[in-house]
């Protein structure tokens, strides 16, 4: 399957947004380019970055909303469509339907329970079978879950480096309302859905509909 490989930094740069793409380094002071004490990187990469800075058009707009919900995810541009038709077809606010989606993925889950740090690492984790979901390994990062569902490390899942720093680095920090986590079992549960204002993503997904209404 296709895959950036690039700089993560250079996606923020290029979003003008921190997008938290490479977990605690993000947090870490002086060493994200986007928003560095002494000559901050906040304009887009390349030769000519500085330049960029004019006024965008409205679909401009719209398209860089999008493209900020995207890699946020880490997705590539067909599984996001497929999930806007989901959102689409379902019965509310297509914007708010979108986020709780992508907010649903398995990798995602991890991710916002604290096993890892960051979206990506989860993401690799769970395509080599390190979690699992009442108590069965699965190993597809997009798998949706449910009210109720338990995800928990597989095998020697705890074991691993970036588990065992993920748990001691997220130890003691609020997790979302609609999750919960067992230090002691090391298990994390969905105990509803999540609603918009529990969704901790910086994007307006109302441009986001309005640019897929329009293409």
Partial sequence: MAKYRGPSCRICRREGAKLFLKGERCFARGKCPVDKPVNPRNYPPG??????????????????????????????????????????????????????????????VAYRLGFVTARGTARQLVRH??????????????????????????????QLEPV?????????????????FDPKKAEGRVVSLPTREQIPVPVDEHLVVEFYSRV
Wanted: net charge positive; glycine share 12%.
């Fill in 129 to 158: 079978g390190f979690f699992t979901v009442n108590g069965r390994r699965v190993n597809i990062p997009s798998y949706q879950v449910k009210v109720g569902d338990v995800i928990g490390a597989a095998g020697k899942g705890l």
């Fill in 164 to 180: 065992k720093y993920g748990l001691e680095y997220n130890s003691g920090k609020l997790l979302p309302e609609w999750l919960e």
């Fill in 47 to 108: 030769q000519h970055g500085l330049r960029r800075r004019f006024r965008i058009s409205d679909y401009g707009v719209r398209l860089r909303e999008k493209q900020k919900l995207r890699r946020t995810y880490g997705l590539l541009e067909s599984q996001f469509r497929k999930y806007f038709r989901a959102a689409a077809r379902r019965k509310g606010v297509t914007g708010e339907n979108l986020l709780r989606l992508l907010e649903m993925r398995l990798d995602n």
